[in-house]
């Protein structure tokens, strides 16, 4: 690669070479991981991971994925409500490895009065209802696997101050399934 007038260049084609805005958040230490998953579960069983964004000037960009062991959907639920402080904390993962990389700031309640930013999401609180159910994918058979093909299609810009969960439903018995979160944290105009 060479560089022309500070710009980083193709030494093959002379163009200007860049990365997308989801690859400089990994960069800048706003880029996160989290997922959750059970590996016994019957007809109709369900893995959650709720949240809920923080208010402000920053924005959750998201995209989810999933797997299954027979088959099953995922929904983004927009606005759910459930039991407060129930349900199992998961560790969130800043995708930038080098340094100190800062916190999440996506929110949760378990073992909480309210919600707090605690680099954790919450896998299955009980009592998830209400909300806008938003059907994301469909699996099929064996060992499957849905979700993002392209970050830039599949991106959910999430609502500032708003509860969120994304739930895995199992289409027969003898199931599985794992719900995979990435999103990166973007000031408002960025």
């Known amino acids: 690669m060479q560089r022309r007038a500070g710009t980083p260049v193709d030494s093959a084609s002379g163009a200007a070479v860049g990365i997308s805005r989801a690859h400089e958040a990994v960069h800048s230490g706003i880029a996160f991981h989290a997922f959750a998953f059970d590996d016994a579960l019957g007809d109709a ?40 402080e129930t349900g199992t904390g998961v560790a969130i993962s800043n995708r930038r490895r080098t340094g100190t990389p800062p916190s999440s700031i996506v929110l949760e309640d378990v073992d909480q009065a309210a919600f707090t930013a605690s680099d954790q999401v919450i896998k299955n609180p009980t009592g998830l209802s ?61």
């Open 45 to 84: 069983g369900t893995v959650i991971v709720a949240f809920k964004t923080p208010a402000g000037g920053k924005h959750v960009h998201l995209v989810m994925s999933f797997g299954a062991i027979v088959a099953g959907n995922l929904d983004l639920i927009e606005g759910p409500t459930w039991t407060g």
């Open 130 to 190: 209400g909300g806008t159910v938003i059907p994301i994918g469909h699996v099929f058979g064996s060992k499957q696997a849905g979700g993002c093909v392209d970050r830039g299609e599949d991106e959910w810009e999430l609502d500032p101050d708003q509860t969120y969960a994304v739930r895995f439903t199992a289409i027969g018995a003898a199931n599985g399934g794992t719900v995979f979160l990435d999103w990166y944290e973007a000031t408002d105009g960025l």
